[in-house]
């Protein structure tokens, strides 16, 4: 599967503890970043991130071009919500997206933990029957 990994600045240490804690789940699967989050990741478990613009140069746009594409198949995205964004509107693109094209998409920890055992049950493999339909 592919997995996109964003995070706010403030929420990147929780996101390279909670990639650290699932590592095992992650490494089984193609990992992809915005700039900074994902040089945070491969710092800190040496997990191969492909690493995309950072986020306010664009690396929201491209992770949703790749969703618009049917190439992501769950988003992991540790918003700050008290903190403004200069690039607000591409933030909420990306997310609007994700509903679009039903992506699996988790905002916050919470949630995050119950997408990555759902992955490791297996309860995303539909994903894969949706992309080899649209092949
Ligand atoms: O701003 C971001 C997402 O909106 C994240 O970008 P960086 O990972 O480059 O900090």
Same mark, same amino acid.
């Given at each position: =599967?592919?997995?996109?990994?964003?995070?706010?600045?403030?929420?990147?240490?929780?996101?390279?503890?909670?990639?650290?804690?699932?590592?095992?789940?992650?490494?089984?699967? *193609?990992?992809?970043?915005?700039?900074?989050?994902?040089?945070?990741?491969?710092?800190?478990? &040496?997990?191969?991130?492909?690493?995309?613009? *950072?986020? /306010?140069?664009?690396?929201?746009?491209?992770? &949703?071009?790749?969703?618009?594409?049917?190439? =992501?198949?769950?988003?992991?995205?540790?918003?700050? /919500?008290?903190?403004? $964004?200069?690039?607000? /509107?591409?933030? *909420?693109?990306?997310?609007?997206?994700?509903?679009?094209?039903?992506?699996?998409?988790?905002?916050?920890?919470?949630?995050?933990?119950?997408?990555?055992?759902?992955?490791?049950?297996?309860?995303?493999?539909?994903?894969?029957?949706?992309?080899?339909?649209? $092949?």
């Amino acid at each position: =599967m592919n997995i996109a990994l964003i995070a706010h600045d403030r929420k990147k240490d929780d996101l390279v503890q909670f990639v650290t804690a699932y590592c095992y789940i992650f490494e089984k699967h *193609s990992l992809f970043a915005t700039g900074t989050t994902g040089q945070r990741i491969i710092e800190a478990t &040496g997990l191969q991130v492909h690493r995309f613009q *950072s986020g /306010p140069l664009g690396g929201d746009q491209e992770i &949703g071009a790749r969703i618009a594409k049917n190439e =992501m198949d769950i988003v992991i995205f540790f918003r700050d /919500p008290l903190t403004a $964004q200069p690039h607000e /509107p591409d933030v *909420s693109a990306l997310i609007r997206l994700a509903d679009v094209y039903r992506v699996p998409i988790a905002t916050n920890m919470g949630t995050a933990e119950v997408l990555i055992r759902g992955l490791e049950r297996g309860d995303i493999d539909w994903r894969e029957v949706i992309k080899n339909m649209r $092949q």
